[in-house]
Each structure stands twice: as C-alpha cells, then as structure tokens.
C-alpha cells in the first residue's frame, strides 16, 4: 500500500508542479501580452487624441475667420451715426458666429435698418445672414423697393428661390424673422433729421417710446406679421403690413431678436418675456444712448446670471 502511495506521489506532485508552472508561465505570457496591448491602445488614443485635437484647431480657426467676414458685412457704428447719431447696439451671438444680424443702408433720405433672425444659430445661421445681408441690399438699393413691407414680400420670394423652397421636394425650409424700419429724412441745417417711421415686422415686434398727454413716456408696441421669411413652398407676396409713424424730437424706438425675450434667468428661471424688457426699456429713458447701451446690457447679463445663452441675442435702440 505505501509503494502506491509513494508511487502515486512521485507521479501526481511532479505532475501537480509542471502543470502549477505550466499554467503561471501562461498567466505571466497572458499578462505580458495584455500590457502590450494596453500600451499599444494608449499609444493609439494618444494618437487619435491628438488627430480631434488638430481637427478641432483648424475648424475653431477657421470660424473665428469666418467671424471676421461676418462682422465686416456689418453696418460700421461711425456710418450709421452719420445719420442716426443717437442709437446703439447690443449683439452677442450664443456661439462664435451667429444667425441674428443687423442690416442698414440709406438711399434718397431714407435710413433703413432692420434685425434679422435667422433659423439657428452658429454657422448654419450666420449663412443665411451673410444671404440675407446680399438680398435686403440688392432689394432696397438695386430694385430700389423702399416700403418696408414690399420689401419683405420681395425678401420672401428671394430667400426661397435662393433655397429652392419653391420646389416640393427641397429640404432646406429655413427662413428668418425680421423687423425692419425706414426713416424718412430732411436736411436742416446741413443734418439729417428724422420726420416719419415705417415699419413693418416677421415675427418681430417694434416698441416705440413717446411722451403722452402727460408728458410721461409711453410705450406703444407695434405687432409684426405672423408670417415668416421663406419656409414655405409657395413664393406669392405675403401681405405684411406697413406701419406709419409720425416722428418727434426725444422718440425712441427698439428692434431685437427675440433671444432677448427668451433668455432663462431670473430667481425663477423664467424667461426675460416682452413686459420686462418694455419696463426695463422704460426705466432707461432718463439716460442719453450710450447710457442706455450700459445699463441695458447690464440688465440683460444680471437677468441670464449663471443660465447659460439660450439663443442669439441682438438689439438695436435708435433715439430721434
């Protein structure tokens, strides 16, 4: 019995070890070649790492330049204070570029102006605003239509005959919302002063500031046409209304895009909405433009506070 036991010992425990041996060299090799395979992955993260890291250089580099050429379709602030002395502007866009733009010209003692909104925001916005700056000149001063709800009409079919919106079968229904004003001129003096206000609007409102009956200021808002520019499918003049205004020293009037409004803020982060901005609006008119500009802007940044943009922001204040 004992010789079994010694020969089954000298056979299995010399069998136990080679296989004890056997099975920790493989887990050794195993954990070898899994340590190689960890490096070789950290190499390529690091390289693919790096790759998103040059792509993302190259495409921000290329939206700041496009900014540049954005901003330089612009109105300058010294040509718009040739006639318009008295107003501001407040833009910030939610990304590098943006989709709300202003727009100003002036032919045959009319300032026109206007606040586009695009659809979107970022870049796909900012194409649309560099067309929709080619079409409001080529409408106003090449077709040389001045009405501001003709011109809307005009801008509506040009937008989507450039978008092929025309067509049943496109996929580009994007569009823009726009108020837009002319501001008949006179010399005196050898100045341009300001007698009578158009204005017609896409979903964009306008808030006029006088003084009533009591001398205290009011403000009136003027309601724009619920009708977009392009989306549609159909390129008929839509029938956008045109206000007339009668203008006198110490008017103001104010256009925005509607990131204004919509901008979550507050205690109870609620939007900013049309009767704050008007009370606000209101309670500026102690101060000159540039004053405006100030505590505008101020406002604006206390309300949004640690909420983040929700959209464009732009708005343009013009005092008679």
Known sequence: MIYFLVT?????????????????????????????????????????????EEKNRYITESIEYAKKIQEAIFPRPEYVNQYLPHSFGIYKPKEIVGGDFVWFSFKDNIAFMAVVDCTGHGVPGAFLSVLGNTLLNHIVNEKDVH?????????????????????????????MDIALCSIEMKVENGQFVANTLNYAGSFRPLYFITKNKNGENAL????????????????DNKPFVNHTIELKKGDSFYIFSDGVTHQFGGKKGKKLNGKRLKELLLDVQKYDMEQQKFYVEKELQAWKGNYKQTDDLLLVGIKI
């Not at 004890?20 to 490096?39: A, C, G, M, T, V």
């Open 8 to 52: 089954l010992i000298i056979v299995t425990v010399p069998g136990f070890l080679i296989f004890h041996f056997y099975r920790i060299n493989r887990l050794k090799k195993d954990y070898e070649n899994w340590d190689f395979e960890q490096e070789k992955e950290k190499e390529n993260l690091h390289f693919i790492n790096k790759e998103l």
């Open 220 to 235: 009136q808002e003027y309601k724009a046409n619920k009708l977009a520019i392009g989306g549609a499918i159909t390129i």
């Open 147 to 175: 009405v501001p709800a003709a011109i809307l009409g005009e801008l509506n079919n040009e937008v989507q005959k450039a978008l092929h919106q025309d067509t049943r079968d496109t996929e580009v229904l994007e569009g």
